[in-house]
């Protein structure tokens, strides 16, 4: 059990210093504030969501995540724009990250729709805490002669400055979005010559609404990541029964498939849910699948009184 664990450490180091340090979720077209703070705000209304994930069943010490965000149309003498406060918090394996960020965006009607300039300043605690494992015997090294490691236990951590920009273009049929995270890539020292850093990121998302019939919709969507050296995309599609209910299956390539439904309760709750069933390749059947569970509350800006939610929540 214990090698276990420093097997499933190990592989999120290594997740964490490349390409998929950013966490992962099934349920991003609900999820846009946790990576773009152009988003702020862009409802016309207060919004308060969150989204809980559990990867991994079969393994120990497997990713655990958390993404908590508020954000409300905000007016500053003639100028419409937007704020709010992304939270989230990461485990794998020795590493757990914190991450809170606070988010400005300035709004810009257009004739095709309504286009938002975001920026975001905050911050990142990065801990890692745990016992490596090496296999014993010729061609290992053990941690106490590793100076990277510098011990045969890891116990460091860190509050990084972080900032990131974003654009946003949304109207009543569709949305864009366009997103680029840690600027200053923050770093931080393990042992005695380990280093860690975030890459920056890129993000770009984007869905359409295909009406059907007066009950029925289709929304397809798609949503890419990358750090310039890897790039990863999932693809889904809902259909969406008067426009309450929906369900719906998306394909993140060489990783999973998703299965997805939700609807929306009285007093503008949106619930949803979807489980990953892992597809790759020698891995798959090893490591189970993943559960997700996300909740939005749009409520008006006056005390008591909800105003009407933007047509398309479900993206948004």
């Known amino acids: 059990m214990r090698r276990s ?4 450490a190990f592989g999120a180091m290594s997740f964490i210093a490349n ?6 979720f099934s349920q991003n077209m609900y999820n846009h504030m946790t990576v773009n703070p152009a988003f702020a705000g862009i409802r016309g209304n207060w919004a308060v969501s969150g989204i809980y994930r559990n990867a991994w069943q079969k393994m120990e010490g497997a990713p655990e995540t958390y993404a908590f965000n508020v954000d409300a149309p905000l007016r500053i003498k003639n100028v419409d724009g937007g704020a709010g406060i992304s939270l989230l918090s ?3 394996g020795m590493i757990t990250n914190l991450r809170m960020m606070l988010n400005y965006s300035y709004k810009c009607t257009l004739s095709f729709g309504v286009l938002n300039v975001g920026a975001r300043i905050g911050m ?3 801990k890692i805490e745990g016992e490596y494992y090496i296999p014993g015997g ?11 490691l510098n011990g045969g236990r890891v116990d460091v951590s860190k509050i990084m400055f972080d900032a990131g920009i974003g654009v946003f273009l949304s109207a009543d049929k569709y949305y864009a979005g366009v997103s680029l995270d840690h600027l200053p890539k923050p770093d931080m020292t393990i042992g005695s010559t ?5 890459n920056r990121n890129l993000f ?3 869905g359409y609404t295909i009406t059907l019939s007066p009950v029925f919709d289709v929304q397809p969507s798609v949503f890419v990541k990358t750090d310039f050296s890897d790039w990863q995309y999932s693809v889904n599609a809902h259909l969406l029964f008067k426009k309450i209910y929906w369900g719906g299956v998306a394909y993140r390539a060489k990783d999973a498939v998703a299965f997805l439904g939700g609807l929306e309760l009285k007093n503008g709750i949106l619930v949803g849910y979807s489980y990953d069933l892992n597809i790759a390749s020698n891995v798959g059947s090893h490591i189970g699948g993943s559960h997700e569970v996300s909740l939005t509350y749009c409520f008006g800006l006056s005390l008591g009184k909800r105003e009407k939610i933007y047509k398309s929540v479900r993206f948004l």
């Open 90 to 92: 990461d485990k794998w």
């Open 19 to 24: 390409a998929q340090q950013e966490s992962q």
């Open 138 to 148: 010729e061609g290992f090294t053990s941690p106490e002669d590793d100076p990277a």
């Open 194 to 198: 380990g280093k860690m850093f975030w």
């Open 5 to 8: 664990l420093m097997i499933v």
């Open 204 to 206: 770009l998302t984007g």
């Open 124 to 126: 990142i605690n990065t």
